[in-house]
């Protein structure tokens, strides 16, 4: 199990604002999940991989992927309170779900990485 989270690179986050929204990310995108791939990714140890987007449009585009695949997945918007304006879409998460073991179509990461630069950040 494994969840793929994409954080935006280009609107100039601070460090722990980065961290703040990779969290909403991934705990919005596991409460999207069912109750058995929960309870098999905190059971596994919650592996997670961190990429970056350079745009909305491509947090949007990853977004229609997992759509289209049936994975569990979030997008955040910020609230506003501190470094960015109200609303500003900052991070996509995708999963808890099947990585190494699961059809190659449904892995987090596979999906994204497929459509995205693959750079970890």
Do not use: C, N
Request: hydrophobic share 40%; glycine share 10%.
């Amino acid at each position: 199990m494994k969840q793929a989270i994409v954080a935006r690179a280009d609107i100039g986050m601070g460090e722990g604002k980065l961290a703040a929204q990779v969290a909403h990310a991934s705990l919005s995108a596991y409460e999207d999940a069912g109750p058995k791939p929960r309870k098999a990714w905190k059971g596994a140890g919650q592996k997670k991989v961190v990429l970056k987007a350079t745009s909305e449009s491509e947090l949007f585009e990853l977004a229609d992927v997992a759509e289209r695949e049936g994975l569990p997945h979030a997008v955040v918007r910020d609230a506003g309170h501190t470094q960015l304006d109200p609303g500003t879409v900052t991070a996509l998460a995708v999963g808890p779900a099947e990585d190494e073991r699961g059809p190659r179509h449904r892995r987090p990461a596979a999906v994204l990485r497929a459509a995205a630069r693959d750079t970890v950040i």
